[in-house]
């Protein structure tokens, strides 16, 4: 269901979507770096929880809105 510019995003850090298979993020370990968009929502998902309201995302919380409709 994500589109590219897709952002999935949680307090310090973004992930963009490129397309419909690949994101595009940045971490002090590896630089700016694409991963495949499944396994990195899997992990993701595994690791925090999904909210819809940006100020919920302390913790282990992500959101994720479109950059363009």
Known sequence: MLKPLDLIVWSGHV??????????????????????????????MTERSAVNDWASTTGKRFVIRRWIE
């Open 15 to 44: 992930i963009v979507t490129l397309d419909k298979n690949t994101v595009i993020e940045s971490s002090p370990e590896d630089g700016v770096h694409r991963s495949d968009l499944t396994e990195r929502l899997n992990e993701v």
